[in-house]
């Protein structure tokens, strides 16, 4: 017999290993780690549930929510982050991620805020299933494509004719920068001091204001990706790529069994989008990677966000994921003004 319920800390054992079962196929083959603590991510995505199906006490599937709160059109709207969708190989096809998601609508519902958002990688439409045609829930709106740039390290500092960067506190003047920039996107993040604990900040300064500012947050203690196996074509790339590392000052490409190691570039807010600010900010970024031994720096943005167009020529590895939106009021004006605007999701969450 199946049963559903919350999780609690004593299943964090059988999350991390669920979680390690469902790896991610492609050129390159993942598995996702999150040792120490399953819990831990949740945490930092804001006040989160985990539902569980079980069997025998086995956990064979589970299911993430997180209450945040972002800008929609300028103003605060409660959100929930909907992720960490698994059922174990052995039982799927078998209605527990249908169950799973009924648990989760009784949950949302009655808790009164509107907007649910899906993540999923380009290609696998498989989750939108199970969301689809739900009596008295209307359907997820796809809100396009966000890209995840993974930035190679890069031994040459980052350097600008007029400015320099600087290490900076969480202060509450970069609180107020950032959040003025992601008040401009929909579903921009509203930022506080707790968001932005474990980060490292640079700003860069133009008679003492702020003009540009980035924050770096390294998520290796919380999750690895794992590379369990690739093509033939991108094991001959890697080689190669990492043969010549050291006379391109590059950093090593990861290799078979071996974590990602990446830092995620959270956040950056430049004033009108200057492209040559943005690529001094991603630059150092880039430098610190190579400095720490890592293998990439990583972002992700929407397919309309000008950012894109700043790293045209910078070499990076691309992957490709589908953002869903649901309104559970079914409110079209709502869903629209997402869609026109420049979505925002924070991928060193995901």
Not at 79 to 95: C, E
Not at 190 to 200: A, D, R
Not at 250 to 258: G, I, R, V
Request: charged content about 20%; hydrophobic content about 40%.
């Amino acid at each position: 017999m199946i049963i559903y319920r919350l999780a609690t800390d004593n299943d964090n054992q059988q999350l991390i290993e669920l979680t390690a079962s469902a790896g991610m196929a492609g050129e390159i083959s993942l598995r996702i780690d999150r040792k120490p603590d399953f819990f831990s991510l949740l945490n930092m995505r804001g006040e989160s549930k985990v539902f569980v199906a079980l069997e025998d006490e086995k956990i064979i599937g589970s299911l993430c929510v997180s209450l945040q709160q972002v800008y929609i059109d300028g103003q605060i709207f409660p959100f929930f982050y909907v992720g960490d969708f698994k059922v174990a190989a052995s039982h799927r096809n078998k209605g527990i991620g249908l169950q799973l998601c009924n648990e989760l609508a009784n949950y949302v519902v009655p808790a009164g805020a509107d907007l649910a958002f899906l993540n999923v990688s380009k290609g696998n439409s498989k989750p939108f299933s199970f969301f689809k045609d739900r009596p008295g829930i209307p359907d997820f709106d796809n809100i396009g494509i966000f890209k995840i740039h993974q930035f190679l390290g890069k031994k040459r500092k980052a350097l600008h004719p007029q400015y320099t960067i600087g290490a900076s506190p969480a202060s509450g003047e970069v609180i107020e920068f950032l959040n003025a920039h992601y008040s401009k996107y929909e579903l921009g993040s509203v930022i506080t001091k707790e968001k932005l604990e474990s980060s490292e900040i640079f700003t860069i300064r133009q008679k003492n204001k702020i003009i540009a500012a980035m924050c770096l947050i390294d998520t290796m203690q919380l999750k690895q990706n794992v590379v369990t196996a690739m093509s033939w074509k991108m094991r001959i790339l890697v080689s190669c790529m990492n043969a010549i590392s050291r006379v391109a000052g590059t950093s090593k490409m990861p290799q078979l069994n071996e974590p990602v190691k990446m830092i995620y570039i959270k956040y950056i807010a430049v004033n009108g989008h200057d492209k040559q600010l943005v690529k001094t900010l991603v630059a150092h970024a880039r430098n610190m990677v190579y400095e720490r031994a890592y293998s990439f720096a990583s972002i992700g943005l929407h397919e309309k966000d000008p950012f894109n167009n700043c790293f045209s020529r910078v070499t990076k590895v691309t992957f490709n994921s589908v953002g869903m939106l649901l309104s559970i009021k079914d409110n079209r004006s709502l869903i629209e003004k997402v869609k026109k605007g420049i979505p925002f999701e924070d991928y060193s969450l995901v």
